[in-house]
């Protein structure tokens, strides 16, 4: 069985930075596809970043325009999303996510079969 645990979500003004972390259970977390997705209230879940077992190839939605960035540490079994410049329509619950059955980088919410209990992020103007 593979949990994951999301942390770092807060309040911080437009501009400010967090750092979200995501603890995941299983001894098999380097082999996979990890993923940060967020869901704004009355929006569909949309990916916001995503990385290979490995950490060696990443992806980001047009939206993030450079100012997140996902990492991985496969031996404290934690994947991280560092967000700069942060927006009031960044605003949204994150949720980290597992795609098990893939070692690559995956794009679509589908593919990802373990979620996180999400973590707010509130950006004040």
């Known amino acids: 069985q593979v949990q994951l645990v999301e942390s770092g979500g807060g309040l911080v003004q437009a501009g400010g930075s967090l750092r979200l972390s995501c603890a995941v259970s299983?001894?098999?977390?380097?082999?996979?596809?990890m993923g940060w997705f967020r869901q704004a209230p009355g929006k569909e879940r949309e990916i916001v970043a995503a990385?290979?077992?490995?950490?060696?190839?990443?992806y980001y939605a047009d939206f993030v325009e450079g100012r997140f960035t996902i990492s991985r540490d496969n031996v404290k079994n934690t994947v991280y999303l560092q967000m700069n410049s942060l927006k009031p329509e960044d605003t949204a619950v994150y949720y980290c996510?597992?795609?098990?059955?893939?070692?690559?980088?995956?794009?679509?919410?589908?593919?990802?079969?373990?979620w996180g209990q999400g973590t707010q992020v509130t950006v004040s103007s």
């Open positions: 996510a597992a795609g098990s059955k893939y070692s690559t980088v995956r794009y679509s919410l589908e593919e990802y079969d373990y």
């Open positions: 299983g001894r098999t977390f380097r082999l996979f596809a």
């Open positions: 990385i290979s077992g490995s950490g060696a190839f990443t």
